[in-house]
């Protein structure tokens, strides 16, 4: 039986995961800097123990309104390329565990698109449907050369 441990949190009311071995930590929100006239979903960078990280917002990239200040608040740091981190802020995170593989399911057709190219899976974690995102998807080529070249600016 193979099985597949992701990081499941939450946007609102809405469940989300990502793949455990994407993710380089879960960090408390610390000060973003805003950097102004780049790519929308970016908030701006952090300092993490000395790397500059660009902070990715899930809710302006699925057009959620923008969240007040929630205490149990997490960045995930995900490697979202060979040579990119970035920090999903996310409302909370909720579960790390172990999915059996016939918990996880592909995701349908009709919603596989190529602006959807980021959906992964769905899951079945008790009963609750999860999906799965694919990190290395939410950022084309031109925005992560963008976001490369901010970073190597700074």
């Known amino acids: 039986m193979v099985e597949f441990k992701p990081v499941v949190f939450r946007l609102g009311m809405e469940e989300y995961g990502v793949d455990i071995n994407v993710v380089r ?45 929630m205490a149990d608040a997490k960045f995930i740091i995900v490697k979202a390329s060979d040579d990119m981190l970035i920090a999903l802020e996310v409302d909370m995170v909720e579960d790390i565990q172990n999915i059996a593989d016939e918990n996880i399911h592909q995701i349908p057709k009709i ?30 080529e031109g925005e992560k050369e963008e976001l490369q070249k901010a970073i190597e600016k700074i």
Request: glycine content about 6%; overall charge positive; proline content about 5%.
């Open 25 to 69: 930590g879960i960090e408390n929100p610390l000060q973003i800097v805003p950097i102004h006239n780049i790519n929308k979903n970016i908030k701006g960078i952090i300092n993490l123990r000395g790397s500059i990280i660009p902070v990715y917002s899930l809710r302006t990239k699925f057009n959620m309104p923008e969240a007040t200040y």
């Open 111 to 140: 919603i596989s698109t190529s602006t959807t190219a980021y959906y992964d899976k769905i899951i079945n974690l008790n009963g609750r449907l999860i999906v799965m995102l694919d990190v290395s998807k939410l950022l084309d």
